[in-house]
Protein backbone atom coordinates (compact mmCIF):
# COMPACT_ATOMS: atom_id res chain seq x y z
CA UNK A 1 0.00 0.00 0.00
CA UNK A 2 1.41 3.42 -0.87
CA UNK A 3 1.89 5.93 1.95
CA UNK A 4 -0.55 8.70 0.66
CA UNK A 5 -2.72 9.17 -2.66
CA UNK A 6 -1.77 12.38 -4.52
CA UNK A 7 -4.62 13.96 -5.82
CA UNK A 8 -2.94 15.80 -9.06
CA UNK A 9 0.45 17.55 -10.23
CA UNK A 10 0.82 21.23 -8.67
CA UNK A 11 3.51 22.69 -10.43
CA UNK A 12 6.87 22.64 -11.84
CA UNK A 13 10.16 24.34 -10.72
CA UNK A 14 13.10 25.89 -12.86
CA UNK A 15 15.84 28.40 -12.62
CA UNK A 16 16.65 30.65 -15.57
CA UNK A 17 19.42 33.52 -15.55
CA UNK A 18 16.86 35.89 -17.18
CA UNK A 19 13.69 36.33 -15.37
CA UNK A 20 12.02 38.85 -17.90
CA UNK A 21 13.02 36.36 -20.90
CA UNK A 22 10.98 33.66 -19.21
CA UNK A 23 8.05 36.17 -18.38
CA UNK A 24 8.01 36.94 -22.13
CA UNK A 25 7.74 33.07 -23.27
CA UNK A 26 5.20 32.24 -20.65
CA UNK A 27 2.78 34.85 -21.22
CA UNK A 28 3.16 33.93 -25.01
CA UNK A 29 2.52 30.42 -24.24
CA UNK A 30 -0.66 31.47 -22.25
CA UNK A 31 0.05 31.76 -17.96
CA UNK A 32 -0.47 34.62 -16.41
CA UNK A 33 2.94 35.86 -14.97
CA UNK A 34 3.56 37.74 -12.04
CA UNK A 35 6.27 37.87 -9.70
CA UNK A 36 7.05 37.36 -5.61
CA UNK A 37 10.56 37.84 -3.66
CA UNK A 38 12.15 37.25 -6.05
CA UNK A 39 10.53 34.42 -8.55
CA UNK A 40 8.64 34.38 -11.72
CA UNK A 41 5.22 32.57 -11.46
CA UNK A 42 3.01 31.47 -14.08
CA UNK A 43 -1.11 30.98 -13.42
CA UNK A 44 -3.59 28.94 -15.18
CA UNK A 45 -7.47 29.40 -15.35
CA UNK A 46 -7.76 26.53 -12.69
CA UNK A 47 -7.64 29.19 -9.98
CA UNK A 48 -4.74 27.46 -8.10
CA UNK A 49 -1.93 29.87 -7.09
CA UNK A 50 0.64 29.35 -9.36
CA UNK A 51 1.83 26.25 -12.11
CA UNK A 52 5.30 27.22 -12.88
CA UNK A 53 7.78 28.53 -10.78
CA UNK A 54 11.30 30.10 -12.11
CA UNK A 55 13.78 31.75 -9.79
CA UNK A 56 17.05 33.17 -10.81
CA UNK A 57 20.20 30.66 -11.79
CA UNK A 58 21.74 28.95 -14.32
CA UNK A 59 19.09 27.43 -16.81
CA UNK A 60 18.17 24.16 -15.03
CA UNK A 61 15.02 22.16 -13.96
CA UNK A 62 14.69 22.01 -10.35
CA UNK A 63 11.65 19.99 -9.76
CA UNK A 64 7.89 19.29 -9.30
CA UNK A 65 4.87 19.45 -6.71
CA UNK A 66 2.01 16.88 -6.48
CA UNK A 67 -0.66 17.46 -5.00
CA UNK A 68 -2.52 15.90 -1.58
CA UNK A 69 -5.85 14.89 -0.47
CA UNK A 70 -5.78 16.97 2.90
CA UNK A 71 -2.92 18.42 5.98
CA UNK A 72 -3.47 14.84 7.50
CA UNK A 73 -1.66 12.79 4.33
CA UNK A 74 0.90 15.38 4.52
CA UNK A 75 1.39 14.30 8.43
CA UNK A 76 1.33 10.72 7.37
CA UNK A 77 3.80 10.88 4.67
CA UNK A 78 6.10 13.57 6.31
CA UNK A 79 5.86 10.98 9.44
CA UNK A 80 6.69 8.16 7.16
CA UNK A 81 9.89 9.69 5.37
CA UNK A 82 11.03 11.48 8.72
CA UNK A 83 11.44 14.35 7.49
CA UNK A 84 9.63 17.87 8.34
CA UNK A 85 6.32 18.81 7.21
CA UNK A 86 6.67 22.91 6.67
CA UNK A 87 4.61 25.97 5.93
CA UNK A 88 4.89 26.75 1.94
CA UNK A 89 5.88 30.20 2.38
CA UNK A 90 4.70 31.12 -1.46
CA UNK A 91 1.33 31.82 -3.10
CA UNK A 92 -1.23 30.29 -1.94
CA UNK A 93 0.53 29.41 1.31
CA UNK A 94 -0.54 25.88 2.49
CA UNK A 95 1.55 23.05 4.28
CA UNK A 96 4.34 20.98 2.04
CA UNK A 97 6.68 18.22 2.35
CA UNK A 98 9.77 17.96 0.26
CA UNK A 99 11.62 14.95 -0.64
CA UNK A 100 14.01 13.89 -2.63
CA UNK A 101 13.55 11.63 -6.01
CA UNK A 102 15.84 8.61 -7.10
CA UNK A 103 17.43 10.91 -9.19
CA UNK A 104 18.29 14.09 -7.19
CA UNK A 105 15.00 16.22 -8.05
CA UNK A 106 12.89 17.64 -5.62
CA UNK A 107 9.21 16.57 -5.15
CA UNK A 108 7.34 18.94 -3.45
CA UNK A 109 3.85 17.49 -1.54
CA UNK A 110 1.47 20.30 -1.00
CA UNK A 111 -2.16 20.67 0.49
CA UNK A 112 -4.18 23.37 1.95
CA UNK A 113 -3.12 26.01 -0.70
CA UNK A 114 -5.46 28.74 -1.01
CA UNK A 115 -7.43 29.19 -4.27
CA UNK A 116 -8.64 31.62 -6.46
CA UNK A 117 -11.90 31.86 -8.36
CA UNK A 118 -11.38 29.68 -11.22
CA UNK A 119 -12.01 31.02 -14.89
CA UNK A 120 -14.26 29.27 -17.29
CA UNK A 121 -12.66 27.38 -20.14
CA UNK A 122 -13.69 28.73 -23.62
CA UNK A 123 -17.08 27.55 -24.71
CA UNK A 124 -16.47 24.62 -27.78
CA UNK A 125 -18.44 26.49 -30.60
CA UNK A 126 -21.44 24.21 -32.25
CA UNK A 127 -20.09 22.33 -34.83
CA UNK A 128 -21.38 21.26 -38.50
CA UNK A 129 -20.30 18.06 -39.00
CA UNK A 130 -21.64 15.75 -41.67
CA UNK A 131 -23.66 13.57 -38.94
CA UNK A 132 -25.16 16.77 -37.77
CA UNK A 133 -25.50 20.15 -38.01
CA UNK A 134 -25.08 22.21 -34.69
CA UNK A 135 -24.31 26.08 -36.32
CA UNK A 136 -27.00 27.52 -38.16
CA UNK A 137 -27.29 30.47 -40.01
CA UNK A 138 -23.90 31.84 -38.07
CA UNK A 139 -19.98 32.12 -38.76
CA UNK A 140 -16.53 31.16 -36.34
CA UNK A 141 -15.10 34.12 -36.07
CA UNK A 142 -11.63 33.77 -33.96
CA UNK A 143 -9.74 35.94 -31.78
CA UNK A 144 -5.95 35.97 -32.41
CA UNK A 145 -4.46 35.22 -28.98
CA UNK A 146 -2.33 33.33 -27.15
CA UNK A 147 -3.76 29.67 -26.01
CA UNK A 148 -5.40 29.86 -22.75
CA UNK A 149 -3.90 27.62 -20.43
CA UNK A 150 -6.25 26.01 -17.75
CA UNK A 151 -3.92 23.80 -15.28
CA UNK A 152 -0.64 22.10 -15.26
CA UNK A 153 -1.54 18.16 -16.44
CA UNK A 154 1.24 15.79 -16.57
CA UNK A 155 5.23 15.87 -15.92
CA UNK A 156 7.78 13.55 -17.84
CA UNK A 157 11.36 12.57 -16.56
CA UNK A 158 13.96 10.70 -17.71
CA UNK A 159 15.64 8.63 -14.95
CA UNK A 160 18.49 6.36 -14.58
CA UNK A 161 16.62 3.05 -13.63
CA UNK A 162 12.63 3.07 -14.68
CA UNK A 163 12.11 0.20 -12.09
CA UNK A 164 13.47 1.84 -9.18
CA UNK A 165 12.07 5.05 -9.69
CA UNK A 166 8.66 3.73 -10.69
CA UNK A 167 8.59 1.79 -6.58
CA UNK A 168 9.99 4.95 -5.53
CA UNK A 169 6.88 7.13 -6.91
CA UNK A 170 4.11 4.47 -6.51
CA UNK A 171 5.25 3.76 -2.54
CA UNK A 172 4.41 7.43 -1.73
CA UNK A 173 1.90 8.84 -3.85
CA UNK A 174 -0.45 5.87 -4.89
CA UNK A 175 0.23 5.97 -8.59
CA UNK A 176 -1.50 3.54 -11.25
CA UNK A 177 0.53 2.38 -14.16
CA UNK A 178 -1.84 3.16 -17.64
CA UNK A 179 0.44 1.95 -19.86
CA UNK A 180 4.13 0.37 -20.00
CA UNK A 181 6.33 0.64 -22.85
CA UNK A 182 8.22 -1.94 -23.92
CA UNK A 183 11.34 -2.14 -25.79
CA UNK A 184 10.44 -5.76 -26.46
CA UNK A 185 8.25 -8.58 -24.79
CA UNK A 186 8.81 -8.17 -21.09
CA UNK A 187 11.33 -5.36 -21.72
CA UNK A 188 9.95 -1.86 -20.15
CA UNK A 189 11.50 1.29 -20.80
CA UNK A 190 9.01 3.27 -19.01
CA UNK A 191 5.23 3.86 -17.91
CA UNK A 192 2.14 6.28 -18.23
CA UNK A 193 1.05 6.66 -14.28
CA UNK A 194 -2.56 8.20 -13.15
CA UNK A 195 -3.31 9.37 -10.34
CA UNK A 196 -5.70 6.79 -7.89
CA UNK A 197 -8.70 8.60 -7.02
CA UNK A 198 -10.83 5.21 -6.92
CA UNK A 199 -14.37 6.09 -9.03
CA UNK A 200 -13.32 9.38 -9.44
CA UNK A 201 -12.16 9.84 -13.72
CA UNK A 202 -8.13 11.37 -13.70
CA UNK A 203 -6.20 11.82 -16.60
CA UNK A 204 -4.41 8.86 -18.43
CA UNK A 205 -1.31 10.29 -17.23
CA UNK A 206 -0.28 12.56 -14.31
CA UNK A 207 3.52 11.46 -14.58
CA UNK A 208 5.36 9.08 -17.51
CA UNK A 209 8.58 8.04 -15.97
CA UNK A 210 10.84 6.45 -19.05
CA UNK A 211 14.61 5.01 -19.30
CA UNK A 212 16.42 6.31 -22.20
CA UNK A 213 19.71 7.68 -23.27
CA UNK A 214 20.44 11.46 -22.65
CA UNK A 215 20.72 13.68 -19.82
CA UNK A 216 18.15 12.75 -17.05
CA UNK A 217 15.78 15.24 -15.54
CA UNK A 218 12.60 16.91 -17.20
CA UNK A 219 11.76 15.73 -21.12
CA UNK A 220 8.43 17.90 -20.82
CA UNK A 221 5.79 19.34 -18.91
CA UNK A 222 2.11 19.51 -20.35
CA UNK A 223 -0.72 22.46 -19.72
CA UNK A 224 -4.36 21.80 -20.66
CA UNK A 225 -6.08 24.54 -22.75
CA UNK A 226 -9.67 24.73 -23.69
CA UNK A 227 -9.77 22.96 -26.62
CA UNK A 228 -8.62 22.50 -30.52
CA UNK A 229 -9.36 26.20 -31.72
CA UNK A 230 -7.77 27.57 -28.28
CA UNK A 231 -4.77 24.88 -28.78
CA UNK A 232 -4.22 26.07 -32.36
CA UNK A 233 -4.64 29.97 -31.69
CA UNK A 234 -1.94 29.27 -29.41
CA UNK A 235 0.12 27.27 -32.18
CA UNK A 236 -0.37 30.14 -34.41
CA UNK A 237 0.45 32.90 -32.00
CA UNK A 238 3.70 31.00 -30.66
CA UNK A 239 4.88 30.88 -34.65
CA UNK A 240 3.83 34.75 -34.82
CA UNK A 241 6.10 35.56 -32.41
CA UNK A 242 9.11 33.19 -33.81
CA UNK A 243 8.95 30.97 -30.97
CA UNK A 244 10.96 27.73 -30.97
CA UNK A 245 8.39 24.60 -32.09
CA UNK A 246 9.15 21.35 -30.99
CA UNK A 247 7.14 18.95 -32.07
CA UNK A 248 3.23 19.17 -33.17
CA UNK A 249 0.25 19.27 -34.26
CA UNK A 250 -0.99 15.98 -34.10
CA UNK A 251 -2.99 13.70 -31.74
CA UNK A 252 -0.37 10.98 -29.56
CA UNK A 253 -1.68 7.10 -29.37
CA UNK A 254 -0.99 6.73 -25.45
CA UNK A 255 -3.35 9.06 -23.95
CA UNK A 256 -5.16 10.43 -27.40
CA UNK A 257 -4.34 13.56 -26.54
CA UNK A 258 -4.20 16.49 -29.46
CA UNK A 259 -0.25 17.73 -28.87
CA UNK A 260 1.46 20.72 -29.07
CA UNK A 261 5.27 21.31 -28.06
CA UNK A 262 7.42 24.25 -27.90
CA UNK A 263 10.83 25.09 -26.42
CA UNK A 264 11.21 28.25 -23.91
CA UNK A 265 14.18 29.98 -24.36
CA UNK A 266 16.54 28.09 -22.11
CA UNK A 267 15.54 24.70 -23.57
CA UNK A 268 12.54 23.20 -21.38
CA UNK A 269 9.88 21.86 -23.57
CA UNK A 270 6.06 22.30 -22.66
CA UNK A 271 3.34 20.75 -24.61
CA UNK A 272 -0.36 22.32 -25.28
CA UNK A 273 -2.72 19.54 -25.16
CA UNK A 274 -6.80 18.86 -24.85
CA UNK A 275 -9.09 16.23 -25.77
CA UNK A 276 -7.10 13.61 -23.62
CA UNK A 277 -8.05 10.31 -21.76
CA UNK A 278 -9.63 9.46 -18.86
CA UNK A 279 -9.91 6.56 -16.67
CA UNK A 280 -10.48 5.28 -13.00
CA UNK A 281 -8.77 3.09 -10.71
CA UNK A 282 -10.91 0.52 -12.29
CA UNK A 283 -9.26 0.11 -15.44
CA UNK A 284 -6.50 -2.19 -16.41
CA UNK A 285 -2.78 -1.07 -17.25
CA UNK A 286 -1.97 -2.08 -20.60
CA UNK A 287 1.43 -2.79 -22.87
CA UNK A 288 2.92 -0.91 -25.42
CA UNK A 289 5.70 -1.04 -27.58
CA UNK A 290 7.93 1.24 -27.77
CA UNK A 291 7.08 2.73 -31.51
CA UNK A 292 3.58 4.04 -30.37
CA UNK A 293 5.51 6.28 -27.87
CA UNK A 294 6.75 8.85 -30.73
CA UNK A 295 4.44 7.22 -33.51
CA UNK A 296 1.26 9.82 -34.17
CA UNK A 297 -2.53 9.06 -35.07
CA UNK A 298 -2.13 11.98 -37.59
CA UNK A 299 -0.30 15.27 -37.30
CA UNK A 300 3.47 16.29 -37.46
CA UNK A 301 5.63 13.00 -36.78
CA UNK A 302 8.32 12.74 -34.57
CA UNK A 303 11.32 15.34 -35.56
CA UNK A 304 13.50 11.91 -35.53
CA UNK A 305 11.14 10.56 -38.44
CA UNK A 306 10.59 13.88 -40.26
CA UNK A 307 14.13 14.51 -41.98
CA UNK A 308 15.89 16.01 -38.80
CA UNK A 309 17.36 13.41 -37.68
CA UNK A 310 20.79 14.07 -35.85
CA UNK A 311 24.01 13.62 -37.10
CA UNK A 312 25.03 9.91 -38.01
CA UNK A 313 27.54 9.86 -34.73
CA UNK A 314 24.89 11.13 -32.45
CA UNK A 315 22.53 8.52 -33.94
CA UNK A 316 25.19 5.80 -33.12
CA UNK A 317 25.59 6.88 -29.80
CA UNK A 318 22.05 6.96 -29.01
CA UNK A 319 21.96 3.90 -30.19
CA UNK A 320 24.25 2.18 -28.60
CA UNK A 321 23.31 3.60 -25.50
CA UNK A 322 19.78 2.36 -25.35
CA UNK A 323 21.32 -0.89 -26.32
CA UNK A 324 23.45 -0.84 -23.05
CA UNK A 325 20.81 0.44 -20.99
CA UNK A 326 18.01 -2.02 -21.69
CA UNK A 327 20.76 -5.04 -21.62
CA UNK A 328 21.30 -3.46 -17.68
CA UNK A 329 18.01 -3.34 -17.25
CA UNK A 330 17.20 -6.76 -18.50
CA UNK A 331 19.92 -8.49 -16.24
CA UNK A 332 18.64 -6.67 -13.34
CA UNK A 333 15.04 -7.19 -13.88
CA UNK A 334 13.63 -10.05 -11.10
CA UNK A 335 11.84 -12.68 -12.35
CA UNK A 336 7.99 -12.71 -12.43
CA UNK A 337 8.18 -9.02 -11.60
CA UNK A 338 5.25 -6.49 -12.71
CA UNK A 339 3.32 -2.95 -12.32
Given amino acids: MPIIKVEDIAHVRFTAPDLATMRAFLEDFGLSCFEQDGRLYGKGGDGRPFLHATEVGDAAFLGLGLRAGSIA ?8 E ?6 LDEPGGGRVVRLIDPDGYRVEIVAGQTNAEASLPLADLPRNSAAA ?10 DAA ?4 LRLGH ?37 FMRCDRGDKLVDHHTMFLAQLPGKLGLLHAAFEVSNLDDLMLGHQHLK ?28 NELEHWTDGDLFTAADAPQKMPMSALLAVQ ?42
Fill in 73 to 80: DLEKLAAA
Fill in 82 to 87: GVPLLD
Fill in 133 to 142: KGRLRKAIRL
Fill in 146 to 149: PAHV
Fill in 155 to 191: AVLNVSDFRYSEAWYKGRFGFLTSDEVEAAEGLPLGA
Fill in 240 to 267: AQKRESAWGVGRHIMGSQIFDYWKDPFG
Fill in 298 to 339: WGAPHPMFAGKLPPPSVLVSFIFALQLRLKRLFRRQPKGSHS
